[in-house]
């Protein structure tokens, strides 16, 4: 919870001196920035008639309610403050880091509504941007701290996607096991050559021992084999899941989850948080199971074979582990260097060929070399340290094995000569050597696969957290109970008193109220950044009111079933997207099901039948990413087309039509007089005259509705808005016109 | 840049300009170049989203004016100088850190270096966490081996 319940006992008791006797406290927040700026605390209560702040250095501060006449929490370089506008001018009530940015905009709207005569709601829903258990930061409001996500956690998460193939793999456990247990068995049976065979003589056995020796290397090499295959198979298999179902939940997720990401980073976590865990599972996950497995498994054969002797072999083992975690924590981080150095590069490399008609341009080639050679030579200089300290490790990894084998070739002999060859025996030795390889060669990629085993934990634990993120609440468009709830929509929308904000503290829409009745046609007008498409992403259900109401034919939208009402409204934008794939696919696009003939009327309706016939595959034409290019006109009509054949009785448009030219705006233009018969419609255009036909306008200002009427009403409204538009707008095409004549 | 007489007042915590003779109004006052050029050109907004007026330095204003320029400069950027890294880490691909600044102690993230760590020179470091809160390093030479281990570590 971001708002305190209790500041200490003599905060509380100063702030409830400074009070009227019971004037109770609606909001409690701590800021983290005191008025000089440092991280300290400084309290603040918001009572029913003051506000008091509690800083340690400065006595309590008290503003009564009423001399405020309003609250606003305003975002600074690295910081925020939170003011109260009074008659003797402006006053800082406190300072705070960017982590509390939502909740000093809640107190802020908290003051507000004191000030109105309203009791304060806060709100439920806000996320804190520290672990509420450890205190960590945390890279996401409201996500899960990965410090505090055990890691046996993620890994139970991920041996549960595997339930489904659990027989694969546990066969692949078992066939992990044999193969261990046959790559054993080599040495064994050198011993058995030298010590029975050669030393005492029973020669008959040699057949019965070499045959033995090139059954298990078949064994291991048919293990190995097979665990490899199935392997393969089950991370492959596993990874794909994941990511279809990551697919799946990110088109379910909300908007504004969307909306705080770009594209790039979602694409990230689907396949290369998901690649990374892939690569992870094949190579990293056998290479540790197997080798732990060698590990136990010879650690035991040597003690069993020769207690003394495998101590000698144990010695350089603590040595191996400390060293390979120094080197490797020295490793990992110029790793990090050379790929951000790299990934630079090719950053640099390809601004320089997509801008390379500014850089003749402007003659800034050399400029642009020299920038890349400097990097480059940063690049060069971290690869070169990153090979030096890497051999490096190698070498000293040689070192420590090569020790390890001295003592064994200088310590076992003797003990032979010692004993006489029976403890240890020539055998014993030579099984000792051929294990020293096999025991110390995994123990220098431990470490280092054990990091991988963190980075492709971090891959699974973000690919975790957004699967964990809750998607839009819904039910299947035509199920029983959504047909129930929706039966049919005659088209009547009303917004009542809606708030919205996209992040907390900057409100786009400061109460909208509007109406359109069904089949009515309204209008949107306004500056950029009024709140008109906020409007528009809010009856498409995109986002959720933060106050305030959306009706459509007099019930709340939000109790709506979703997919349901999506499947009654329709979206022609300003760039409209085409999916990859032919025209009549993207024409039906919204309606599979639709006929050809049905597609066709739809294009006819819409001007595209036309120049779809022109292009050499017609209706089976690529469009979309790798496909045929279209112009912004000809995507604009098809968008058309593909909301006629949706057939929605809602329909909206989106600056339809702002960026054609004017001979395809007026084919757009027929095309959308056909679109909006009969339909509840709601524009947004930037030219104010293609606005014409609509029944009714709103001019929206700052996220507020300053005017409404028809076309008529406010040109002939004395300074109104929308006239002043109309004129200036006028103006400028008058202005752009003379231009074009003097130039011709 | 033309000259700008610039004469600066407070009502309570809010500073006003009086820009060229004219009445005094609310204002913003910020750098220019906050990043590349703290010190040098201010700028001053109105409410408006207008920019009033620039000056090339805090330097051809009144001594008064000059200070409450600084003060509002002082409130509006908040940028931590870190004068110790006491830990910083790689966990889970995000960089975590735990430092001690001119502002007291800290500990922020952020993921990618490329995005929020922007190099002034190759000793002058400023960091911009998930958040968008602002440290600084102003000079990585002048920190001690273990904070500059650690700055090794994540950058």
């Known amino acids: ?744 | 840049m033309p000259e700008t007489s610039i004469v600066m007042s407070r009502k309570l915590d809010r500073a006003h300009a009086a820009i060229d003779g004219a009445d005094a109004v609310p204002v913003r006052v910020v750098w220019a170049r906050p990043i590349t050029g703290r010190g040098a050109e201010v700028a001053f907004l109105g409410d408006a989203k207008v920019a009033l007026a620039m000056i090339p330095t805090l330097d051809v204003l009144d001594p008064r004016s000059r200070t409450i320029a600084q003060e509002e400069l002082d409130r509006r950027y908040c940028v931590a100088r870190i004068t110790r890294v006491h830990s910083a880490s790689v966990n889970f691909g995000n960089r975590y850190w735990d430092v001690e600044t001119d502002r007291g102690r800290r500990r922020f993230l952020f993921r990618e270096v490329g995005k929020h760590v922007t190099r002034i020179t190759a000793d002058h470091l400023l960091i911009r966490d998930t958040l968008a809160n602002r440290f600084e390093i102003a000079s990585l030479a002048a920190l001690d081996q273990h904070s500059r281990d650690q700055v090794n570590q994540v950058i």
């Open chain 1, 1 to 744: 919870m971001p708002f305190d319940r209790e500041f200490p006992a003599s905060t509380e008791r100063d702030i409830s001196a400074a009070l009227e006797p019971g004037e109770p406290i609606h909001v409690r927040l701590t800021a983290d920035l005191d008025f000089d700026q440092r991280f300290a605390p400084v309290r603040l209560a918001i009572a029913h008639k003051h506000v008091c702040v509690a800083a340690e250095a400065r006595q309590i501060m008290v503003l009564p309610i009423a001399g405020i006449t309003k609250a606003s929490s305003d975002e600074l370089y690295g910081s925020g403050r939170l003011t109260a506008e009074t008659a003797d001018g402006e006053r800082v009530l406190a300072y705070f880091t960017r982590h509390l940015v939502p909740e000093m905009a809640a107190a802020a709207r908290a003051i507000n509504e004191l000030i109105a005569g309203r009791t304060p709601v806060l709100p439920t829903d806000i996320d804190t941007a520290s672990c509420a258990r450890c205190g960590a930061p945390l890279a996401e409001r409201g996500s899960n701290c990965p410090l505090c996500v055990p890691r046996r956690q993620i890994l139970m998460r991920l041996i549960g996607l595997l339930s489904p193939f659990r027989y694969r793999a546990m066969a692949l456990i078992v066939i992990t096991l044999f193969g261990v247990v046959a790559q054993m068995l080599t040495p064994l049976t050198y011993k058995q050559i030298v010590d029975r065979v050669l030393t005492q003589g029973h020669h008959h056995e040699l057949a019965l021992w070499a045959g033995l020796m090139l059954a298990a290397a078949i064994a291991s090499l048919v293990f190995r084999y097979a665990g490899n295959t199935l392997t393969s198979w089950l991370s492959g298999r596993v990874v794909a899941d994941l990511q279809g179902r990551l697919h799946v939940h990110l088109s379910r997720l909300r908007m504004s989850y969307h909306g705080r990401r770009e594209a790039g980073e979602l694409v990230g976590r689907v396949m290369n948080d998901s690649m990374e865990l892939l690569h992870f599972l094949k190579d990293g996950f056998p290479y540790l199971l197997v080798n732990l497995l060698s590990f136990i498994t010879i650690a035991t054969i040597l003690v069993i074979l020769n207690p003394t002797l495998a101590l000698i072999v144990f010695v350089p083992v603590p040595l191996l582990i400390l060293g390979g975690t120094w080197f490797w924590g020295k490793l990992i981080p110029l790793r990090h260097k050379r790929g951000f150095r790299i990934g630079r590069l090719h950053s640099l490399l390809g601004e320089s060929i997509r801008g390379i008609k500014v850089v003749k341009a402007l003659t800034q080639e050399d400029r642009r070399s020299r920038e890349f050679d400097q990097n480059n030579d940063q690049l060069f200089k971290t690869t070169y340290i990153t090979d030096r300290v890497f051999s490096g490790f190698y070498e000293f990894l040689a070192l420590v094995m090569a020790v390890g084998s001295v003592a064994v070739w200088y310590l076992g002999p003797k003990g032979i000569i010692a004993s006489g060859g029976r403890d240890p025996s020539l055998g014993d030795l030579m099984a000792f050597v051929a294990y020293i390889a096999m025991f110390y060669g995994p123990l220098q990629w431990f470490t280092a696969v054990l990091n991988w085993m963190s980075s492709a934990f971090a891959g699974a634990e973000r690919i975790f957290n957004l699967l964990d993120q809750v998607p839009e609440p819904d039910i299947a468009a035509d199920s029983p109970e959504a047909i129930a709830a929706l039966p049919s929509v005659a088209g009547g929308i009303e917004f009542r008193g809606v708030h919205f904000s996209y992040e907390r503290g900057k409100e786009v829409l400061k109460g909208i109220d509007l109406v359109v009745g069904p089949g009515e046609m309204l209008g949107l007008v306004g500056k950029s950044g009024a709140g008109k498409s906020t409007v528009i992403s809010l009856l498409c259900r995109f986002y959720e009111p933060d106050l305030g109401e959306i009706l459509l034919d007099g019930r709340n939208l939000a109790t709506l079933p979703l997919a349901r009402y999506r499947r009654h409204v329709g979206i022609v934008m300003q760039d409209p997207f085409l999916f990859r794939g032919s025209v009549i696919d993207n024409i039906r696009y919204g309606k599979p099901e639709a006929t050809f003939a049905e597609v066709v009327e739809a294009a006819k309706a819409a001007h595209c039948h036309d120049f779809i016939l022109e292009k050499e595959d017609g209706y089976d034409t690529m469009v979309g990413d790798g496909g045929v290019e279209l112009s912004g006109g000809e995507r604009q009509r098809l968008s058309i087309a593909r909301a006629i054949v949706h057939d929605p009785p809602i329909l909206i448009l989106d600056e339809a039509t702002s960026a054609v030219d004017s001979d395809t705006e007026k084919s757009i233009q027929e095309a959308i007089a056909r679109l909006v018969k009969g339909r509840t419609t709601i524009a947004i255009a930037h030219r104010l005259a293609t606005l014409r036909n609509a029944h009714r306008l709103v001019v929206i200002d700052d996220g507020r509705v300053i005017e409404q009427g028809t076309h008529d009403e406010l040109m002939a409204k004395e300074g109104g808005h929308f006239a002043r538009l109309v004129r200036l707008q006028t103006e400028i095409n008058k202005l752009k016109t003379d231009q074009i004549v003097s130039i011709a």
